[in-house]
């Protein structure tokens, strides 16, 4: 069984601006290990399409990008 102490301890930011921008810069601020991100992307012929913002977000951010559609 799990203790609270096996878990580390995380943060939520909302942050006002610029969506990109604002997602791109933040984690440098803060000293955050990764950026979790939702999208209303879609998947058509095997192929994942992202939305705009999620996309920019992934080629342009310096830490790991975890891009999640919270409707699946």
């Known amino acids: ?3 609270s102490s096996d878990f580390q301890k995380f943060n939520i930011n909302v942050v006002i601006g610029d969506v990109v921008q604002s997602i791109i810069h933040f984690p440098g601020s803060k000293n955050a290990d990764m950026i979790i991100m939702g999208t209303h992307g879609k998947q058509t012929q095997g192929k994942v399409l992202l939305g705009s ?4 977000v992934l080629r342009a951010a310096n830490c790991p990008v975890l891009v999640t559609n919270p409707y699946r």
């Open 1 to 3: 069984m799990n203790s």
């Open 53 to 56: 913002n999620a996309e920019q």
